[in-house]
């Protein structure tokens, strides 16, 4: 969606480093849930983590310890450090921003649903 810019990703050997990185111009209220998910194929979509605009953050249980989202200067600018990486974590990356919570964007995910904004994504593989 062309509101959305996400770069970074690429290959990397497992225990190497990525960063993503992921704008929105979209949304100028203060009530924005920035959050990555993924996808590896023939698997149904993960949530990675997800930031909200005070700060707090939330992370899946498997990328705990090793993956750290933060805003940039805006609300609406999201990076996703990746470190040490793992095989199981080769997948397509994509942004979702979402309003006007963080409970909602993973209520979507859990229910299956679409959400309303997400980007073109990024591939990240990770080999052994």
């Known amino acids: 969606q062309g509101h959305l810019m996400e770069s970074g990703g690429g290959s990397v050997q497992s225990g190497g480093s990525l960063r993503l990185s992921c704008t929105t111009s979209?949304?100028?209220?203060?009530?924005?849930?920035m959050g990555w998910f993924r996808q590896a194929p023939g698997k149904e979509r993960e949530g990675v983590a997800t930031?909200?605009?005070?700060?707090?953050?939330t992370y899946e249980d498997s990328v705990k310890g090793r993956f750290t989202i933060s805003h940039g200067n805006t609300q609406r600018t999201a990076y996703l450090q990746m470190d040490n990486l793992k095989p199981e974590d080769t997948a397509m990356y994509y942004c979702?921003?979402?309003?006007?919570?963080?409970?909602?964007?993973?209520?979507?995910?859990?229910?299956?649903?679409?959400?309303?904004?997400w980007g073109r994504g990024t591939q990240v593989a990770v080999s052994s």
């Open positions: 979702a921003p979402e309003v006007p919570s963080c409970r909602e964007w993973w209520s979507l995910l859990r229910e299956r649903k679409n959400f309303r904004n």
């Open positions: 979209k949304f100028t209220d203060s009530s924005i849930c």
């Open positions: 930031i909200y605009s005070d700060g707090t953050t």
